[in-house]
């Protein structure tokens, strides 16, 4: 989103600089989207949503910060989040990207600025996913900028998709953008010192990308959460794994994700010795 504003670049680079949000990961310099993405920077995806919603709309800069966040918010609405998807399925779950009126209503008129919901910039604080968004998140991505509604039922009789299952939304983000998220995604799970590396399936020639979370639980132990899709290139399945109260997502989600992508993809799952896979 930051990229179809135009505030960032592919190359843009920000410091991790722990002063303005913890970064969990010890890493190399992000000085670029792709190292941002591989190393799960916090501090960068903080100063990248800072410029995003703090554009000088408005000499006023609790206005400047509202006018900012209300339009962060209909982009990310634009992915499926916020808003039920219009499942096959009953008792879905809308989930929440919160307004500029949503704090307005807990805080009170121009009461509230950037440094009030930066947790957002990192996927935390008000917001609101469910696992079905998530990985229809993912379809989005692997399909350059675009969804279909998810549906359980692929046909009645000899009837395709009922029509509302075959059109395509498209983000509020040009499909021309996606390259630039892509390859940092494949670099979290292929790349030795990559977040996700559990889930690669390298050894089959089969590139991932992925992207792992931490869930912040205030009942007990994070809970871990990792999701991708594969082959990169080609994708054919789009994934969500949250695994409640295992900590970091990449050490017990991303492995299970991997299981899940190497049986959908190759109809069964190789014995091996790798870490994290017990077979
Ligand atoms: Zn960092």
Same mark, same amino acid.
């Given at each position: 989103m930051a990229l179809q504003l135009g505030v960032v670049k592919p190359y843009t680079a920000?410091?991790? !600089?722990?002063?303005?949000?913890?970064? #969990? =990961?010890?890493?190399?310099? @992000? &000085? !670029?989207? &792709?190292?941002?993405?591989?190393n799960s920077c916090n501090p960068y995806f903080y100063q990248v949503m800072r410029a995003a919603v703090l554009r000088g709309q408005s000499p006023n800069r609790f206005e400047d910060a509202r006018l900012g966040l209300g339009q962060w918010q209909k982009m990310v609405k634009s992915f499926g989040l916020g808003e039920k998807l219009g499942v096959d399925m009953s008792q879905e779950k809308r989930g929440l990207i919160p307004s500029p009126d949503y704090y307005d209503k807990r805080l009170g008129h121009h009461r509230w600025n950037y440094k009030t919901v930066y947790s957002l910039s990192i996927g935390q604080g008000e917001i609101g996913i469910t696992g079905l968004q998530m990985a229809n998140v993912l379809a989005t991505i692997a399909n350059r900028g675009y969804y279909y509604t998810p =549906?359980?039922?692929?046909?009645?009789?000899? +009837?395709?998709?009922? @029509?509302? *299952?075959?059109?395509? =939304? *498209? #983000?509020? $983000?040009? #499909? #021309?953008?996606?390259? *630039?998220?892509?390859? +940092?995604?494949?670099? $979290?799970?292929? &790349?030795?010192g990559g977040t996700g590396n559990l889930a690669s399936l390298a050894q089959f020639g089969i590139s991932v990308a992925g992207k792992t979370g931490t869930v912040q639980n205030p009942h007990g132990f994070d809970h871990a959460t990792f999701a991708a899709f594969a082959p990169a290139q080609d994708p054919k399945i789009a994934i969500a794994v949250f695994i409640e109260n295992s900590g970091f997502g990449g050490v017990s989600a991303a492995p299970a994700a991997g299981l899940m992508i190497e049986q959908y993809l190759r109809g069964k799952v190789a014995p091996t010795a790798k870490p994290g896979k017990t077979g």
């Open positions: 920000f410091d991790c !600089n722990q002063k303005l949000v913890k970064c #969990t =990961h010890d890493h190399e310099r @992000p &000085s !670029n989207v &792709s190292i941002a993405i591989k =549906h359980f039922v692929r046909g009645i009789g000899n +009837g395709g998709p009922l @029509p509302e *299952y075959q059109q395509r =939304h *498209y #983000t509020a $983000v040009d #499909t #021309t953008l996606f390259k *630039y998220i892509i390859p +940092g995604m494949q670099q $979290v799970v292929d &790349s030795k």
